[in-house]
C-alpha cells in the first residue's frame, strides 16, 4: 500500500469537500484482489460478455476485440470469468501475489 | 390613566376576539403607541370561550407573560359570564365592557360586580347585524372600547382600521363600509 | 442611518418577511404549527412573485432539510422553518448539514417536544439539536427574530455554517408587536450575494462532497468543524456591529441589562428575557440590585465572556426552558456553571429553575420568587440547587 503523510486538520478542504472531477481514478482498486483473470486470447469470441458484465469496467478493449484486464483497477471479482460462455471459459481465474 | 395598559378580550371561538385584538392593536400602533396583540391558544373550536389580550404603552413593552391583571375587559358574547369570571384579576378601577342589551345597572346586578369597577354595555349583536348584516360583534365594541377609556382618539382609529379592513376585504368592501359603521354607532350608543 | 417603516407584525410574520427581503434561492419547509405561518406567508410571496425562490412543498421534515442541504450544496442561498417534532424529524440531517459545512438558515419556533402532545413553548426541541454543529440564536422579541433572520444569512454563508434563528412558540411566534421593518433594499445590500466557495453546479469546477470518512479523516473534520464553532463568534460580532451601524439595533453575544452593579442576576434566553428585565426595573425602585444576562447565541456558547459579566454577582439563577432529564441541572445552567467553573474566582452561588415546559406561564411573580430566593442566598440561607417552577406538587 501506498505510504502517504496524511494532513492535519487545518490543511483538509472544509465540509471534506474532494476537489476536482473523476477522482475516483486515483483511487486504485486492484489491490484488493485475491484472484486475477487471465485472458486465453485463442478461445475468445470476442461476445464482449465480459466487458459488459464487468463492475468496474477494467476490461480492457482493442480494436473491438478484448485485449486484457486492468489490473489498477480490477478487485478480482471473478464475474467476467462466470459469465464467458465459451465452453471451457476464455477468462481464468488464478491465484494473485501482487507481485 | 397609568402607562402600561391591559386590555382582555372575551369570546367565543369565531366571534373574532383575536381579529378584534389585532385591529385593536394596529390602531394604537398608528397613534405611535408600543403594543402587543395576542391570542390565547387553547382547544381552538367554534363557539369554545376564547380570550385575547392586548398590551399598549408609550414606551417599549418587555413583559412577555400572559395579562393577568386587565385593567379593561371586554365581553362579546353575554352568556360566556354564566361560566367565565370575567372580572378575574380586574383591579377596583377596572373598566368592563359588555355586548348586551342590559343597562349597565342590570349587568352590574347580574354579575354581582363589586367595588369600583365600571360597567360599560353596548348592543353590538343587533348594531353588527343592522350594521355588517351578521352577528360579528368583534369590530363595533373598538368603538365601544375607545369611548369608554379614551385609550385612542377616535377619528385616529377609524382611519387606521378601514386600512387594514380594505386590505383584507379587497373585493367585498361593503364588508368595510358595514363595520365602520358598525364602530361608529357603538361608539356612539355605548351606556354608563 | 437608514430609513425605517414601523409596523405591526406577529413573530411569524416578521420571520417571513425578513425571508422575503433576503430572497433565497430555494426554501424547502413542510408546515408545523407554531412555526406553519411562516412558510404559508413565504409561499403566498413566491406565487405573487414577490421573491424568486424555489419553493419546494416537500412530504417531512427530513425531506426538507435533504432539500435543503442538496440546494445548498449545488450553491444556492437556502432558508427553511420548522418546530418541534419537525425539528427532531430534520435531526440526522442537522447533522449532515454542519458536517458539509453549508450555510442554511433555519427559523424555528421553539416548542415542548411529545410525549404528552403538546404545542406551546418551551426550548426541548431546540436544546436537544444543540450538539449538532449548528449555531443557534435566541430571539425576545419579533423585532429581534427579524433582526436576527437577517444577521443570520451573512454570519452562516461567512462561518461556513448553518444558523437556527429562534422565537419563543405562541409567545411571539403568534404575538404581535411594533416592530422596525428595514428598508428592502438596504436588507438587500446587507446580506448581498452569496460568495461561492466550491459548489456542485460549477462544472469548471467539479467537487465531490459527502465522501466517506474513514477513522484516519473523521476526526480532523470534526476538529475543522469545531474550530468554525469557535471563530464564528467574532462573525457574529462583526456582522452584530456592521448591523448596528446601519440600523441602529445593537446585538452581542448576549445582553447584560442592569448587570455592572446588580447583586443577583437571572441568566435566560427567549421571550421571557423581557419579563425578567421588566421585574428587575420593579425590583431596582425597591432597591433590589438586580440584574439580568440574556442569551441571545446559545452555540458557539460564549463561555469566556459569561464568566467574566457574571464575575461580580453575588447569586445568580439561571433559568432553563427545558430540562435534561437527571442530568445535574438543564443545559443551560450546565453551560453557565461550567462557565464559571474554570475562573475560581467566579461566583459559585448558582441556582438552576426549570419552568414553562409546555407553555405553562411564566408569570411577573414567577420572576419575582426567583429573585427572592437569590436574596436569601445571599443572605447566607441555603436553597434547592434546581426548582421546578411553577410546577403543581
Same mark, same amino acid.
Given at each position: 500500500m501506498a505510504k502517504e503523510k496524511k494532513k492535519g486538520w487545518k490543511a483538509l478542504t472544509k465540509g471534506g469537500v474532494i476537489e476536482g472531477g473523476g477522482t475516483a481514478k486515483e483511487f486504485k482498486t486492484g489491490d484488493w484482489r485475491s484472484e486475477r483473470p487471465i &485472458? &486465453?486470447?485463442?478461445?475468445?469470441i470476442n461476445c464482449l460478455a465480459c466487458w459488459m458484465y464487468c463492475p468496474d469496467s477494467a476490461v480492457i478493449m482493442k480494436d473491438g476485440k478484448v485485449a486484457g484486464f486492468d489490473y489498477d483497477y480490477c478487485k478480482g471479482c471473478g464475474i467476467c470469468a462466470h459469465e464467458c460462455p465459451v465452453k471451457g471459459k476464455a477468462i481464468k481465474m488464478i491465484p494473485d501475489n501482487h507481485g | 390613566m397609568k402607562d402600561l395598559i391591559e386590555i382582555r378580550w372575551h369570546g367565543r371561538g369565531g366571534q373574532g376576539a383575536k381579529t378584534a385584538a389585532l385591529l385593536f392593536g394596529d390602531a394604537a400602533l398608528a397613534s405611535g403607541k408600543f403594543i402587543q396583540a395576542f391570542p390565547e391558544y387553547g382547544p381552538e373550536r367554534m363557539g369554545a370561550p376564547v380570550a385575547s389580550f392586548n398590551r399598549l404603552s408609550s414606551k417599549p413593552i418587555l413583559i412577555h407573560s400572559g395579562v393577568t391583571n386587565p385593567d379593561v375587559v371586554i365581553v362579546l358574547d353575554p352568556t360566556l359570564m354564566e361560566s367565565v369570571d370575567v372580572t378575574e384579576g380586574m383591579p377596583e378601577d377596572g373598566v368592563l365592557i359588555i355586548n348586551t342589551n342590559k343597562t349597565p345597572e342590570e349587568t352590574k346586578k347580574e354579575l354581582g360586580v363589586k367595588g369600583r369597577i365600571k360597567v360599560f354595555t353596548v348592543d353590538a349583536s343587533t348594531i353588527s347585524k343592522e350594521t355588517i348584516g351578521r352577528p360579528m360583534p368583534n369590530t363595533p365594541m373598538l368603538g365601544a372600547l375607545i369611548r369608554a377609556t379614551g385609550i385612542l382618539d377616535f377619528k385616529e382609529m377609524i382611519e387606521e382600521t378601514k386600512v387594514k379592513l380594505e386590505k383584507k376585504f379587497k373585493s367585498k368592501l361593503e364588508v368595510v363600509e358595514g363595520n365602520l359603521k358598525a364602530i361608529e354607532r357603538a361608539y356612539n350608543e355605548v351606556k354608563s | 442611518m437608514a430609513k425605517t417603516n414601523i409596523v405591526a407584525r406577529t413573530g411569524n410574520e416578521a420571520m417571513a418577511e425578513a425571508m422575503r427581503q433576503i430572497n433565497p434561492d430555494v426554501v424547502a419547509a413542510y408546515p408545523i404549527t407554531p412555526a406553519t405561518e411562516i412558510v404559508q406567508i413565504f409561499a403566498g410571496y413566491v406565487a405573487d412573485g414577490l421573491v424568486d @425562490? %424555489?419553493?419546494?412543498p416537500v412530504e417531512s421534515e427530513h425531506s426538507a432539510m435533504s432539500a435543503c442541504i442538496g440546494?445548498?450544496?449545488?450553491?444556492g442561498r437556502i432558508m427553511t422553518g420548522t418546530s418541534s417534532q419537525g425539528l427532531a424529524l430534520m435531526a440526522e440531517m442537522l447533522y449532515i448539514a454542519s458536517g458539509l459545512r453549508l450555510p442554511i438558515v433555519m427559523a424555528d419556533v421553539n416548542r415542548a417536544l411529545s410525549s404528552p402532545i403538546n404545542i406551546h413553548c418551551d426550548h426541548s426541541d431546540t436544546m436537544m439539536v444543540k450538539d449538532a454543529g449548528w449555531i443557534q440564536i435566541f430571539s425576545e422579541n419579533a423585532q429581534e427574530a427579524y433582526d436576527n433572520m437577517i444577521q443570520a444569512v451573512r454570519i452562516a454563508e461567512e462561518a461556513l455554517l448553518p444558523v437556527i434563528v429562534t422565537t419563543d412558540g405562541f409567545i411571539i411566534s403568534h404575538c404581535m408587536e411594533r416592530i422596525e421593518i428595514i428598508?428592502?433594499?438596504?436588507?438587500?445590500?446587507?446580506? $448581498? %450575494?452569496?460568495?461561492? $466557495?466550491?459548489? #456542485? #453546479?460549477n462544472v469548471d469546477k467539479p467537487i465531490t462532497i459527502g465522501a466517506m470518512d474513514l477513522p484516519d479523516y473523521y476526526f480532523e473534520h470534526k476538529r475543522q468543524h469545531i474550530e468554525a464553532m469557535i471563530e464564528s463568534k467574532d462573525i457574529i460580532l462583526s456582522v452584530a456591529k456592521e448591523f448596528s451601524g446601519l440600523f441602529g439595533r445593537s446585538y452581542g453575544l448576549f445582553e447584560v441589562y442592569r448587570l455592572e452593579d446588580?447583586?443577583?442576576a437571572i441568566v #435566560?434566553?427567549?421571550? @421571557?428575557?423581557? @419579563?425578567?428585565?421588566?421585574? *428587575?426595573d420593579n425590583l431596582r425602585e425597591k432597591g433590589i440590585k438586580a440584574g439580568v444576562l440574556g442569551l441571545r447565541v446559545f452555540r458557539p456558547f460564549p463561555k469566556e465572556e459569561i464568566a467574566q459579566a457574571l464575575k461580580n454577582i453575588k447569586a445568580i439563577a439561571v433559568m432553563d426552558r427545558s430540562?435534561?432529564?437527571? *442530568?445535574?441541572e438543564g443545559p443551560v445552567c450546565l453551560e453557565v456553571k461550567a462557565s464559571l467553573f474554570d475562573d475560581s474566582a467566579s461566583p459559585n452561588n448558582v441556582l438552576n429553575y426549570i419552568y414553562g415546559l409546555g407553555g405553562r406561564e411564566v408569570r411577573i411573580e414567577d420572576i419575582e420568587s426567583v429573585y427572592k430566593g437569590l436574596g436569601e442566598v445571599i443572605k447566607g440561607k441555603s436553597k434547592n440547587k434546581i426548582t421546578y417552577l411553577g410546577v403543581r406538587e
Open positions: &485472458l &486465453l486470447s485463442e478461445k475468445c | - | @425562490t %424555489e419553493f419546494v440546494a445548498s450544496a449545488a450553491g428598508d428592502d433594499k438596504d436588507v438587500k445590500n446587507f446580506v $448581498g %450575494e452569496k460568495k461561492l $466557495g466550491n459548489y #456542485l #453546479l446588580a447583586d443577583c #435566560l434566553m427567549g421571550s @421571557t428575557v423581557g @419579563t425578567a428585565k421588566a421585574v *428587575a430540562d435534561s432529564m437527571n *442530568a445535574q
